[in-house]
T-cell receptor, first 116, second 114 residues
Framework: AQSVTQPDIHITVSEGASLELRCNYSYGATPYLFWYVQSPGQGLQLLLK??????LVQGIKGFEAEFKRSQSSFNLRKPSVHWSDAAEYFCAGTEYSGGGADGLTFGKGTHLIIQP | KAGVTQTPRYLIKTRGQQVTLSCSPI?????VSWYQQTPGQGLQFLFE???????NKGNFPGRFSGRQFSNSRSEMNVSTLELGDSALYLC?????????????FGNGTRLTVT
């Protein structure tokens, strides 16, 4: 069955430190993968997406993610976090069936806390 | 370009009632998807509509239904509400005719069932 797993429920990082949020996927074929961020009371904002090609993708707000097929991972990174990065982060995946993308399968989310 | 608009933002209903939520997609987007977000189950796919037809469906009971109008606006209906239907309901739109088009989400409707 298709699945997306985010092993870390909470992560605490000091402001200015680097960040890596983990995401593992389980799909038969190479999926389309996404990272979204959600601030309290808000919807989801797309940070970046991976379809094919370069395995390192750049997103908004200084985020990047690396697709590693051998590890079935799509980890999100940022070299230096800011207090405004505190939020819930979701990894998601889908397969394109030709009849439209199947619904996104989301991980459970990682709550990012930024320490001053 | 205006984003995805969901109305109302908050809703309180009583068990057994029914509710209708509304979603206006980004102009030009023909696909509208609905998701339920709860603390226990996380984000779960309800269904997707494209050009007024339901194209994909998640694993929810028949009490959850939707429709899409010719202007791509969509409504979601939940009948015979249960306490467990309390959730944030998110609508997302995309062009719908390109592989892997990312979804653009609205801010959601917070439904509380008492």
């Amino acid at each position: 069955a298709q699945s997306v797993t985010q092993p870390d429920i909470h992560i605490t990082v000091s402001e200015g430190a680097s960040l890596e949020l983990r995401c593992n996927y389980s799909y038969g074929a190479t999926p389309y993968l996404f990272w979204y961020v959600q601030s309290p009371g808000q919807g989801l904002q797309l940070l970046l997406k991976y379809f094919s090609g370069d395995t390192l993708v750049q997103g908004i707000k200084g985020f990047e993610a690396e697709f590693k097929r051998s590890q079935s991972s799509f980890n999100l990174r940022k070299p230096s976090v800011h207090w405004s990065d505190a939020a819930e982060y979701f990894c998601a995946g889908t397969e394109y069936s030709g009849g439209g993308a199947d619904g996104l399968t989301f991980g459970k989310g990682t709550h990012l806390i930024i320490q001053p | 370009k205006a984003g995805v608009t969901q109305t109302p933002r908050y809703l309180i209903k009583t068990r057994g009632q029914q509710v209708t939520l509304s979603c206006s997609p980004i102009s030009g987007h023909r696909s509208v998807s609905w998701y339920q977000q709860t603390p226990g189950q996380g984000l779960q796919f309800l269904f997707e509509y494209f050009s007024e037809t339901q194209r994909n469906k998640g694993n929810f009971p028949g009490r959850f239904s939707g429709r899409q109008f010719s202007n791509s606006r969509s409504e979601m209906n939940v009948s015979t509400l249960e306490l467990g239907d309390s959730a944030l309901y998110l609508c997302a739109s995309s062009p719908g005719d390109r592989e892997g088009s990312p979804l653009h989400f609205g801010n959601g409707t917070r439904l509380t069932v008492t």
